[in-house]
């Protein structure tokens, strides 16, 4: 895992520690495992960030923070990899989810004609809702697994291939 770009693209926990919005937090935050960058917390931080990106929820933010400093990974990367679901890409993701969940729970896709008002919202909770729970959480569990495997797995490759290129230069 290239740790150098990783490492320059992250923010300075000084300026993260001093944010006045976030002393909530306490000392908490102040946690070293937080920031430092190795195999486990790189690793750890993408299965927070991708399993947070696949929940519907308002502040997935908040709650990839709050999951890194519980589970001791790096907070910024994770609190970054929430970004993965932005307003470009929910669409196709969430419909993704939908289809997902309508397969695992064999129901048929229900489509509607789009109403904004409050009793097209509930009928289409009711409907739709299910299936697109089922699969944001298939998708989040499924997605936190494989990104930390794979980062795992790159930076462990990362690392022996840097070895034997040490071992062959000498």
């Known amino acids: 895992m290239p740790k150098k770009t990783l490492k320059r693209l992250m923010p300075d926990p000084g300026t993260i520690k001093n944010n006045k919005y976030l002393s909530l937090l306490g000392s908490r935050l102040h946690d070293n495992n937080l920031w430092h960058l190795n195999r486990h917390s790189a690793a750890g931080a993408f299965a927070v960030g991708l399993c947070c990106a696949w ?80 699969g944001c959480g298939v998708m989040a569990l499924v997605s936190a697994a494989t990104g930390f495997m794979v980062i795992h797995g790159l930076w462990r490759w990362t690392v022996s291939r840097r070895w034997k290129l040490r071992r062959r230069d000498r």
């Open 55 to 134: 929940l519907p929820i308002p502040f997935q933010m908040m709650l990839a923070a709050v999951l890194a400093m519980t589970f001791r990974v790096n907070l910024p990367l994770s609190a970054v990899l929430v970004w993965i679901t932005n307003p470009l890409t929910m669409p196709p993701m969430f419909y993704f989810a939908y289809r997902l969940g309508s397969f695992l729970l064999d129901t048929p896709p229900h489509y509607q004609h789009f109403e904004l008002s409050l009793s097209w919202l509930g009928n289409a909770m009711t409907t739709a809702g299910p299936p697109f729970l089922v």
